[in-house]
């Protein structure tokens, strides 16, 4: 099945094999939150022999086998990706490129390799065409994680309820995306195929905006309310408390549609604005209720 692009945000729910896949041994490179949760659950699941996490820091390789994230870790990339089957590329977006040419060079004839980025056009443009003959790459983002960073705070169920994304391209196998597609349901998460683009466009509006936005009322709030604020600002602003330079980069790599959504977000406020200014009491309800109605229809 191929990813159409549409003017709209074309998505297509993906019907997962009944048997998930199984693997003999997953390297997984970068064991933070999402990479060590990612470990937790295939060894919880039984989904792999052996999981094998590469990284860079030792202190957080060690801490990744010291929460059952992994079975054994190692700082050599190349050693890593020729032991696996399935390579899962989790580390941040503007090295996700390098990481995964650099995998796919050591990788045997036949492995398969994805990545947890919350960006995909420009990765999925770049490794076009790149990689070796019998490796190949299938896009895909898990919309799960925190605020919170590393492998302390993996859980196994974080992807379970969950929605992942898979990005496949015009040039993509079936094979490859069915396995990318049954390796998030085995995990848990509600499987959909999007094009790069059309996620990219999307993810702008339900993450990378809403980020800005509540890292704005976050600097906005002075120090001497601090001790005022209650659920509604804390919950508004929790994912300002993310890490700074990760989105940094996912917002410059998704720059023309995060501008795009903070556009219309701009609009919105303005009407609110201009309600409240006017003390226009009919036009303040309406534009609550809509707003009401469409957080009602997301649910929890």
């Given at each position: 099945?191929?990813?159409?692009?549409?003017?709209?945000?074309?998505?297509?729910?993906?019907?997962?094999?009944?048997?998930?896949?199984?693997?003999?041994?997953?390297?997984?490179?970068?064991?933070?939150?999402?990479?060590?949760?990612?470990?937790?659950?295939?060894?919880?699941?039984?989904?792999?022999?052996?999981?094998?996490?590469?990284?860079?820091?030792?202190?957080?390789?060690?801490?990744?086998?010291?929460v059952?994230a992994?079975?054994?870790?190692?700082?050599?990339?190349?050693?890593g990706?020729?032991?696996?089957?399935?390579?899962?590329?989790?580390?941040?977006?503007?090295?996700?490129?390098?990481?995964?040419?650099?995998?796919?060079?050591?990788?045997?004839?036949?492995?398969?390799?994805?990545?947890?980025?919350?960006?995909?056009?420009?990765?999925?443009?770049?490794?076009?065409?790149?990689?070796?003959?019998?490796v190949?790459?299938?896009?895909?983002?898990?919309?799960?994680?925190?605020?919170?960073?590393?492998?302390?705070?993996?859980?196994?169920?974080?992807?379970?309820?969950?929605?992942?994304?898979v990005?496949?391209?015009?040039?993509?196998?079936?094979g490859?995306?069915?396995?990318?597609?049954?390796?998030w349901?085995?995990?848990?998460?509600?499987?959909?195929?999007?094009?790069?683009?059309?996620?990219?466009?999307?993810?702008?509006?339900?993450?990378?905006?809403?980020?800005?936005?509540?890292?704005?009322?976050?600097r906005?709030?002075?120090r001497?309310?601090?001790?005022?604020?209650?659920?509604?600002?804390?919950?508004?602003?929790?994912i300002?408390?993310?890490?700074?330079?990760?989105?940094?980069?996912?917002?410059?790599?998704?720059?023309?549609?995060?501008?795009?959504?903070?556009?219309r977000?701009e609009?919105?406020f303005?009407?609110?604005?201009?309600?409240?200014?006017?003390?226009?009491?009919?036009?303040?309800?309406?534009?609550?209720l809509?707003?009401?109605?469409?957080?009602?229809?997301?649910?929890?």
């Open positions: 099945m191929k990813p159409r692009e549409t003017k709209r945000q074309d998505m297509i729910r993906r019907e997962t094999s009944r048997d998930t896949g199984r693997w003999n041994t997953v390297a997984i490179v970068g064991v933070g939150l999402i990479g060590g949760s990612i470990g937790l659950a295939l060894r919880q699941r039984r989904m792999a022999g052996k999981v094998v996490g590469v990284g860079r820091n030792a202190d957080r390789l060690k801490r990744a086998e010291e059952g992994v079975d054994v870790t190692t700082q050599d990339l190349a050693e990706a020729r032991q696996a089957e399935l390579v899962v590329v989790c580390t941040p977006v503007e090295r996700i490129v390098d990481t995964v040419l650099a995998a796919a060079s050591e990788c045997r004839e036949g492995t398969l390799i994805t990545d947890a980025g919350s960006t995909k056009r420009l990765i999925t443009r770049a490794l076009q065409g790149k990689l070796p003959a019998g190949r790459f299938v896009g895909s983002h898990p919309i799960a994680g925190s605020e919170k960073s590393g492998a302390e705070h993996a859980r196994a169920d974080l992807f379970e309820g969950r929605v992942a994304v990005t496949p391209t015009r040039s993509s196998v079936e490859d995306v069915q396995q990318t597609a049954d390796l349901s085995g995990l848990g998460a509600s499987v959909y195929l999007m094009s790069p683009a059309a996620h990219d466009r999307a993810l702008a509006t339900t993450s990378h905006a809403p980020h800005v936005i509540a890292a704005a009322m976050a906005s709030t002075g001497g309310d601090w001790p005022l604020t209650g659920g509604g600002w804390k919950d508004t602003t929790r300002a408390g993310g890490d700074p330079e990760l989105w940094t980069q996912i917002l410059l790599d998704n720059r023309e549609n995060v501008l795009a959504s903070l556009g977000f609009k919105s303005s009407a609110f604005r201009a309600a409240v200014e006017r003390s226009d009491r009919r036009r303040l309800a309406r534009l609550l809509e707003a009401k109605r469409h957080r009602d229809a997301v649910g929890n």
